[in-house]
Nanobody, 118 residues
Framework: QVQFVESGGGSAQPGGSLRLSCAAS????????MAWYRQAPGKERELVAT????????NYADSAKGRFTISRDNYKNTVSLQMNNLKPDDTGVYFC???????????WGQGTLVTVSS
């Protein structure tokens, strides 16, 4: 059974930082491209960042470039998202998932809520 457990969300002020973590299980994590998604209130879920199987390439949405860093640990089956210089537009529920041919095929976890406000 595939499972994603996201954690690390919370409240932050603009300019602050948060580090999100996702524990994955039930599939071949080390053979999977991993991704972080965000769903802002009233909006569709959007891709924030991806990391290749061996962490040799990372890609970011334009809104995340220069501020967020995705990383993974294939021994612990975890993927993380370091978020710096947070902005109110970063508010939302953050989810992780695996990508297969560019699409998510596994059920979503509960996500972790990030709220950025002054």
């Amino acid at each position: 059974q595939v499972q994603f457990v996201e954690s690390g969300g919370g409240s932050a002020q603009p300019g602050g930082s948060l580090r999100l973590s996702c524990a994955a299980s039930g599939f071949s994590f080390s053979r999977s491209v991993m991704a972080w998604y965000r769903q802002a209130p009233g909006k569709e879920r959007e891709l924030v960042a991806t990391v290749t199987k061996t962490d040799d390439k990372r890609n970011y949405a334009d809104s995340a470039k220069g501020r967020f860093t995705i990383s993974r640990d294939n021994y612990k089956n975890t993927v993380s998202l370091q978020m710096n210089n947070l902005k109110p537009d970063d508010t939302g529920v953050y989810f992780c998932n695996a990508l297969v041919l560019g699409s998510t095929i596994y059920p979503w976890g509960q996500g972790t809520l990030v709220t950025v406000s002054s």
